[in-house]
């Protein structure tokens, strides 16, 4: 046990700050994090040049483009990304959650034509998970693929997905077999965003901005060559893909909070806080100490396994609350402040959008009720509930 | 960063937890014949030379089992006490407990009382003791009367590295009281039935234990970090102690209190072992200074003095 970097982790963790210090252009220097619709031309440049100094896929395989390094220096190089208050590559949900799932489920051709042009940003990925009538219960999907010869019809709606807009392809998740219920009968697919009957309009959210759409699928042709997995056992192949989602979020997570922290302390420097306040902003400190450690604890598990084990929900049910709490500690020092809007807010409404935002945390990536549901079950041992 | 435990940690856990299942109320000479006395003490003083790391394990450990002896309060001293003091705690014929204020713990079992006079650290001789019933049995308080100063045992300017250390090894012990009354919730509610089912598969029931699993493993490191930082005489250990001590108290009182609530009726009576538990765990938080005071201090670190 040791609480500091190794000399190679100081090295690297050195390597990772120098570069963004000097890269990172001051346009896009304070990224908050979720809550904007931060997609332009030069977000796409900024992970193109993340992808060319070799910080994109850093714990991937080095034969599928990777750097085949352990994931601790993934997880350092987060850190330092967050507290540089730089923008995260474009490529979010094709690095956390498509590639992975590629990785390890895909096909030798899938891998060759998917993996490269996602980690260099010149193709952007969504999810098409969710649906109305299937949020929490995924198996509940109803958005059919229908089989016809060589390719899959898939007629339906996708609900909550980031990056829509502006997706080149999308993992998608249908019920192939149209006999089939729950958890049997799905098919987990690759879906083309430019395909004809693909349909993509923005979601506008408790904070005015939209960060999220809704995906309408009409008679859009899928070929047989993008099923991930067996047809019918999509949704194990699901399974994978949280797994990842939840296992490798961790880290990121934990340095925004870090990030909010530091604006937090500032802002009570600034504003002044009671002696109430000073406690509740000691414990959520704490409390990001502790997240902290228990990520690079639960490291040792995914470095001895390299599937993200269930302690990961742990760290999002805990961040999750935190963020909330932190968020709305920000507002408890703003008073009525906290109440304009730009441009008369604030910090231009920084910590008003990222509080109502925040409600979004225990909602997102599996809901706090689920979490507990994983944990009471699959760490506990505690017998399933209905 | 390496937050994994060594293959001699694990034994040691498996071994202090096995011991204390058998043996649950263990003398101080047997203590010592474990070297669990004397681990972190020089083996050139006949103590097991280990770090503060492992000694660790066996303090989770002995919350765990509510153990009955002055291993925090002698442990808390030990490294300030004079060579000669430390190789008779790690023989077994001596313990200690340190007189700070006016309840002082452990005087039914220490050997031998320490107390705090200008500059000094003295060791308090001749003096009156007397046990005061106390809510946990395990760990009661008391009050000395008369005696005087005998032999100078160190400087007074340890006491903020002795705090820092006290505190951390009650956060662990904090950790073990915790974990055990999970432990014992989740055995119960997997095997209770009521309404036909299971009662661990209500929500209601199953997710307050979800949550205090969570918390209690958030507590955990944040106690392994301050016992790193004790360790290793890192500068931050006094902050990482007060951190820790607050979290570890309030997780396992929470721990304790979901338990008694997911036992019913059983989990109220004096009969089962979560009221002692409990006790514990209050007793852990109440000393030396409240999780609210403790995380004053950590603002006043943060945010400078209020």
């Known amino acids: 046990m040791d609480f500091r970097d190794t000399p190679e982790e100081a090295r690297f963790r050195e390597e990772v700050r120098a570069w963004l210090e000097t890269n990172l252009p001051d346009a896009l220097r304070g990224h908050r994090g979720g809550g904007a619709r931060f997609d332009g031309p030069e977000v796409r440049a900024w992970s193109r040049a993340l992808y060319d100094a070799g910080w994109v896929g850093i714990s991937w395989p080095e034969a599928y483009g990777g750097r085949g390094l352990s994931p601790r220096f993934q997880a350092i190089y987060l850190e330092e990304e967050a507290r540089a208050e730089a923008p995260p590559h474009i490529g979010v949900i094709g690095l956390g959650m498509a590639g992975p799932t590629i990785i390890s489920r895909g096909t030798d051709a899938q891998k060759a034509r998917y993996l490269q042009p996602l980690l260099s940003a010149e193709e952007i990925w969504c999810q098409g998970f969710s649906e109305p009538g299937a949020g929490s219960d995924l198996a509940g999907v109803r958005t059919s693929a229908r089989l016809d010869g060589d390719r899959f019809v898939v007629d339906g709606q996708k609900v909550w997905s980031s990056y829509a807009h502006i997706a080149d392809f999308c993992i998608l998740v249908a019920r192939s077999d149209p006999s089939s219920e729950r958890h049997d009968g799905l098919t987990y697919l690759i879906v083309d965003m430019h395909a004809p009957g693909v349909d993509v309009r923005p979601l506008r959210q408790i904070t005015g901005e939209a960060e999220f759409n809704e995906i309408f699928l009409s008679g859009v042709e899928v070929p047989l060559e993008n099923v991930i997995g067996e047809i019918g056992a999509g949704w194990d192949v699901a399974m994978t893909t949280l797994l990842h989602e939840r296992g490798t979020l961790a880290f990121a997570l934990v340095a925004r909070l870090e990030v909010q922290l530091r604006k937090l302390l500032a802002l009570a420097a600034e504003r002044g806080a009671t002696p109430t306040q000073r406690e509740a902003i000691a414990r959520e400190w704490i409390q990001l100490q502790a997240l902290r450690l228990t990520a690079y604890r639960s490291l040792s598990a995914l470095e001895r396994t390299g599937i993200p084990g269930p302690e990961g929900s742990i760290l999002k049910l805990q961040w999750s609350e935190a963020n909330q709490r932190v968020t709305k500690l920000a507002l408890d020092l703003l008073g009525a402040d906290a109440q304009l809007l730009a441009p008369n807010a604030p910090y231009g409404g920084y910590w008003t959008t990222q509080q109502l935002r925040s409600r979004g945390n225990t909602i997102e990536a599996g809901t706090s009720e689920i979490l507990r549901n994983i944990v009471a079950e699959r760490v506990l041992g505690l017998p399933r509930s209905r | ?306």
């Open chain 2, 1 to 306: 960063m390496d937050l994994t435990f060594t293959p001699l940690q694990e034994e040691l856990r498996a071994q202090a937890r096995g011991f204390l299942e058998a043996t649950p109320a263990p003398t101080w000479s047997r203590l010592a014949e474990l070297g669990w006395t004397g681990a972190a003490v020089d083996e050139a003083h006949g103590g097991a030379g280990l770090s503060f790391l492992e000694e660790a394990v066996l303090h989770e450990e002995a919350g765990r089992a509510l153990l009955h002896a002055p291993l925090w309060s002698t442990s808390s001293l030990l490294p300030f006490l004079p060579a000669e003091d430390q190789a008779a705690v790690a023989a077994g014929d001596a313990s200690w407990t340190l007189a700070i204020g006016p309840l002082v713990p452990d005087l039914d079992t220490a050997t031998h009382v320490a107390v705090v006079g200008g500059d000094t650290v003295w060791e308090l001789d001749g003096t009156d003791r007397e046990v005061l019933a106390t809510s946990d049995e395990t760990r009661p308080l008391g009050v000395v009367s008369g005696g005087e100063a005998g032999r100078a045992l160190c400087s007074s300017d340890v006491l903020p590295d002795l705090r820092a250390r006290s505190l951390t090894i009650l956060a662990l012990e904090a950790v073990g009281v915790g974990a055990r009354a999970l432990e014992l919730s989740v055995d119960y509610v997997k095997e209770r039935e009521q309404f036909g089912r299971r009662i661990g598969s209500y929500q209601a029931v199953s997710h307050p234990l979800a949550s205090s699993h969570a918390e209690l493993e958030l507590a955990r490191s944040l106690t392994w970090w301050a016992a790193w930082c004790v360790a290793n005489d890192d500068p931050q250990a006094q902050v990482a102690a007060s951190a820790a001590n607050a979290e570890a108290a309030d997780a396992a009182v929470l721990a304790c209190e979901r338990a008694i609530q997911a036992h019913g009726g059983i989990g109220f009576t004096w009969e089962h072992v979560l009221h002692r538990l409990y006790k514990r765990a209050l007793w852990i938080q109440s000393w030396e200074a409240s999780p609210a005071q403790l995380r004053a201090e950590v603002a006043s670190h943060l945010l400078g003095a209020a």
